[in-house]
């Protein structure tokens, strides 16, 4: 089973950037559907973008669309989550996850994911 470390969150100002990172553990990754989700404090987690294993079919979420780019390097088994032009209400611990379906991540949603890594926090302030 793979394991998954964040990274690359922080504070920025309204409009910035940021770009998210998520490393994978073990040779299997390709095989991976992967996501990006986020948590804002007191709300539930939702889903943000999701890739398939090769890279051919990305989904996003209405909020972030446009202005978030999800991306992967199976070569280096990371994930990435480019996030440009945010808001206040980007702010959230955005966590990756992996399933080997992309509809689990996409359609099924976070309570039927297993493979979680550990969360990043992304403070956009105003």
């Known amino acids: 089973q793979v394991q998954l470390v964040e990274s690359g969150g922080g504070l920025v100002q309204a409009g910035g950037s940021l770009r998210l990172s998520c490393a994978a553990s073990?040779?299997?990754?390709?095989?991976?559907?992967m996501g990006w989700f986020r948590q804002a404090p007191g709300k539930e987690r939702e889903f943000v973008a999701a890739i398939s294993w090769s890279g051919g079919s990305t989904y996003y979420a209405d909020s972030v669309k446009g202005r978030f780019t999800i991306s992967r390097d199976n070569a280096k088994n990371t994930v990435y989550l480019q996030m440009n032009s945010l808001k206040p209400e980007d702010t959230a611990v955005y966590y990756c996850?992996?399933?080997?379906?992309?509809?689990?991540?996409?359609?099924?949603?976070?309570?039927?994911?297993?493979?979680w890594g550990q969360g990043t926090l992304v403070t956009v302030s105003s």
């Open positions: 996850a992996a399933d080997s379906k992309l509809h689990t991540i996409v359609v099924r949603g976070y309570r039927y994911l297993e493979v």
């Open positions: 073990g040779r299997t990754f390709r095989s991976y559907a």
